[in-house]
């Protein structure tokens, strides 16, 4: 097992910069472990092209407070600028590399990452965002369909589409039942009745069925899609076949707080993860940084998150 100081899960705005922190500070060796094949994966993935990064998000202003700073710039000028930091600061970047558990061993951590015990780490700041890893569907969803195939909710609703909703679960009911503000929308089940979803998404979903807005699609089960002139053409197993502007599969998949659940980390009666005003938790020299800790994050606060980490670390556990 490699031994590092700090070992940092996720590499996203607030993965980054507690390495630049830790570095600067001579908290080594620090290393960053990503589950993706590429840094700030959710900015990649969820910003479109040429979107302008926003300093000051939901109109907050928030004061840059450590090393990370930036001005509004667009999506390509930040991950470049990302980039920079990562060459300059010499970070020990390691992509494709899930952690799957953190176990407690000797009064350090053992860090599993795709389920091996590959780290031995001191410290632990966890910034994995708020962004789970979906199941998919067992059939092949066409590159071309990209645009119009999602395995997350919507980030915004769309209009005016006719939308097939893919689950049987409680996000399955409430991504249906938000999406029908404005769309047509068609849930589809494989079994003849829901048993996972909780009164009140039930009660909406009949709601919505009554008002004309939804149609329940029960014991339907897909067997492939295809793309067809633009838009998602579904084949059902019972040979039946429809045609779609949208999909949202909402299949159930690891989310971040079961993980946090899953290593030990305690929750308040809001379900939210318990934590000082350093952001360590329950787990001594366990912290959380980024979207994962905050109720409404953005990239400064995450920047700042690390900081208030790094200082907290070196005044608590390294001075004197
Ligand atoms: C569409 C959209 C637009 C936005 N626009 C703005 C904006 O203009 N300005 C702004 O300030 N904020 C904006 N935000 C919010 C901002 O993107 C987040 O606050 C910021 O990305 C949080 O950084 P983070 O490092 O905490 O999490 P993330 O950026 O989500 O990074 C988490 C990283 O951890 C990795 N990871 C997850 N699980 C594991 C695991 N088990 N093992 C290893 N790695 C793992 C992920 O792959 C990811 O790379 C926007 C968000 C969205 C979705």
Known sequence: MEKVKIAVIGAG?????????????????????????????????????????????????????GI???????????????????????????????????????????????????????????????????????????????????????????????????????????????LCEANQVFLSYRRPQFF???EINLKNLEKRKKQGRLTLLMATDIEKIESYNDRVKVFFKDGKKEIYDLI??????????????RIGIEFDGKGEPLMDEFFETNLPKVFLAGDIALKQGSIMKAFNSAHIIIKRIKEKYLSG
């Open 13 to 65: 705005p607030a993965g980054i910069a507690v390495a630049i922190e830790a570095k600067a500070n001579n908290i080594e060796p620090v290393v960053v472990l990503e589950r993706s094949e590429c840094i700030c994966n959710t900015i990649v993935k969820f910003y479109k092209p040429g979107k302008r990064v926003d300093a000051n998000f939901r109109k907050e202003d928030i004061k840059p407070l």
């Open 68 to 178: 990370c700073s930036f001005e509004t710039e667009t999506k390509e000028e930040f991950l470049q600028r990302i980039e920079n930091w990562v060459k300059k600061w010499k970070l020990d970047i390691r992509l494709k590399s899930e952690v799957t558990e953190i176990k407690k061993r000797n009064g350090e951590y053992e860090i599993f990452v795709k389920d091996k015990p590959e780290f031995l780490s001191e410290y632990v700041v966890i910034a994995i965002g708020i962004f789970g890893k979906p199941n998919r569907p067992s059939y092949p969803i066409p590159k071309e369909l990209e645009d119009k195939v999602f395995l997350e909710p919507p980030l915004e609703i769309p209009k005016n589409k006719k939308v097939l909703v893919v689950g049987g679960g409680n996000t399955a009911a409430e991504v249906a039942c938000a």
């Open 196 to 198: 996972r979803i909780n």
């Open 248 to 261: 949202y599969y909402c299949l159930g998949g690891t989310t971040p707080k079961n993980f946090l659940r």
